[in-house]
């Protein structure tokens, strides 16, 4: 199986994750404007609850997630999906729709030179406009899945942040979320090192797990967690 068809598949694994992705989306909600840039946008997992926006770009890099995209959301007119590559400085060309917001969901972690596309999305963004970057955290947690889905790191705030910083952006806040979904990712890619998630797992997860997981850390906000969300303005 080629890589591109492992990120397919996990891609359509996580689209029944249902509760998980609204909580993902609830944790970003607030810093969200109304001329969104998708970078990554997959299947349009997280390009469905945009819909409500004024204009939404969806590019990815696999013209088969292009092509589902389009497929997809034909009968949105605010929604444009175009094939682009974060490392690819096109992306600042992009800057034509007037963006007062970038989303990247699980996607820095795929590019060789992150800084660089972050460079290139800061370059993107209107004045005073925000990014909003969720990666995977925590190198001791990279194993087999990481790998088959091409993941070239993982990171934390004193990887992430200097990096952010070092692009142009300013950070508004930084935190972590999912300190219970360590436990599983640990497990499933270190000790039993699966290479592709297991959907009885992630439907199991979403259906018990995240709605309770959400509750408690919207009281106590968790220390660490299987995600980094960072909120960056182009000052």
């Not at 909003?132 to 990481?146: I, K, M, Q, S, Y």
């Not at 990171?155 to 300190?179: D, I, W």
Request: net charge positive.
């Amino acid at each position: 199986m080629q890589a591109t068809d492992i990120t397919v598949s996990d891609l359509e694994t996580m689209a029944g994750a249902v509760h998980y992705r609204r909580w993902m989306f609830r944790r970003v909600e607030q810093f969200l404007g109304q001329r969104i840039l998708e970078v990554g946008a997959g299947i349009g997992n997280f390009t469905e609850l945009l819909l409500n926006r004024e204009l939404v770009v969806a590019s990815d890099i696999h013209p088969d997630c292009v092509a589902h995209l389009r497929r997809r959301f034909a009968g949105h007119p605010g929604v444009v999906a175009l094939q682009m590559d974060a490392a690819d400085p096109a992306l600042v060309q992009l800057a034509r729709y007037d963006l007062d917001t970038i989303v990247c969901m699980n996607v820095l972690e795929h590019v060789a030179d992150d800084v660089a596309a972050l460079r290139h999305m800061f370059a993107a963004l209107r004045t005073g406009g925000r990014l909003v970057l969720l990666a995977p955290a925590f190198l001791f947690l990279f194993g087999t899945v990481d790998r088959s889905l091409q993941h070239h790191r993982r990171y934390t705030r004193r990887a992430l942040l200097p990096k952010v910083q070092q692009a142009g952006f300013c950070v508004e806040r930084s935190f972590y979320m999912n300190l219970v979904g360590m436990v599983g990712w640990f497990v499933n890619n270190r000790v039993v090192k699966r290479v592709e998630e297991s959907p009885q797992q992630i439907l199991f997860f979403d259906r018990f797990m995240a709605p309770v997981a959400e509750r408690i850390e919207r009281i106590i906000p968790p220390p660490v967690g299987l995600s980094l969300i960072a909120v960056c303005r182009r000052a």
